[in-house]
């Protein structure tokens, strides 16, 4: 199996020049400012489990819809058994077919929460399905014509940081809980940017997304 559309990251020589200029300009304008405080009505330190919370946990966000900051792929399905072996696998009997279109897309100015907002938990990404494909994804509580909100929360310990996946419209359901991995950059490293990707490998089809000083996923 192959995927439909080549990475974000492997872009046409005259585009990857594009960018090149881009992230120069980018450098010497000011940043955009941070995201703004959720209302009241968003809790704080738990995802928003109602539609009212949700809707006040929205509020203000804007989305970056670009192509360099977003990503769109078919996410892959992995099993054991019989049917398309997974590229690049030789030993341990993986097959991989489609699962549905999906598009992710970060939060403007996701890159510059600080550590103390993702102690209360920040929506960075929201990833949606269109309403032609015909497939759920569990793994993040997808389903085909809704959207999703990634909601992220650091704790005292990478062993209490945590990700959840809300719906919506939310349907009385429990978002979809994940662990939550950061990695860190490196130290006075300038990120200009929040961008968000799907990245694929034998283990698993991984969400990253920008949150604060760290890379999510």
Same mark, same amino acid.
């Given at each position: 199996m192959t995927r439909m559309r080549l990475s974000r990251w492997q872009l046409p020589f005259r585009v990857g020049i594009a960018l090149v200029a881009g992230?120069?300009?980018?450098? $010497? $304008?000011? =940043?955009p400012p941070r995201p703004p405080q959720p209302v009241k009505a968003c809790p704080r330190g738990v995802a928003p489990s109602t539609q009212t919370e949700l809707d006040a946990c929205l509020e203000g966000l804007a989305f970056d819809t670009a192509y360099e900051a977003s990503d769109e792929q078919p996410l892959s399905v992995i099993?054991? @058994?019989?049917?398309? /072996? $997974?590229?690049?696998d030789t030993s341990r009997g993986l097959t991989c077919s489609y699962g549905p279109l999906a598009k992710i897309e970060p939060v403007i100015g996701a890159h510059r929460y600080s550590e103390d907002d993702l102690r209360q938990g920040r929506i960075i990404a929201r990833i949606s399905v269109g309403s032609s494909e015909t497939k759920d994804y569990p793994k993040y509580g997808l389903k085909p014509g809704r959207t999703?909100?990634?909601?992220?929360?650091?704790?005292?310990?990478?062993?209490?940081?945590?990700?959840?996946?809300?719906?919506?419209?939310?349907? @009385?359901? =429990? /978002?979809?809980a994940r662990k939550l991995f950061r990695t860190m950059y490196k130290e006075g490293a300038k990120v200009y940017r929040a961008i968000a990707r799907w990245i694929w490998t034998l283990d698993d089809e991984t969400a990253k997304g920008p949150c604060g000083a760290a890379k999510c996923s």
């Open positions: 992230v120069i300009f980018t450098a $010497c $304008c000011p =940043e099993t054991r @058994g019989s049917g398309p /072996p $997974c590229p690049g999703t909100y990634w909601w992220v929360k650091i704790g005292s310990t990478a062993e209490r940081d945590s990700s959840y996946f809300v719906t919506d419209p939310q349907r @009385g359901k =429990e /978002p979809v």
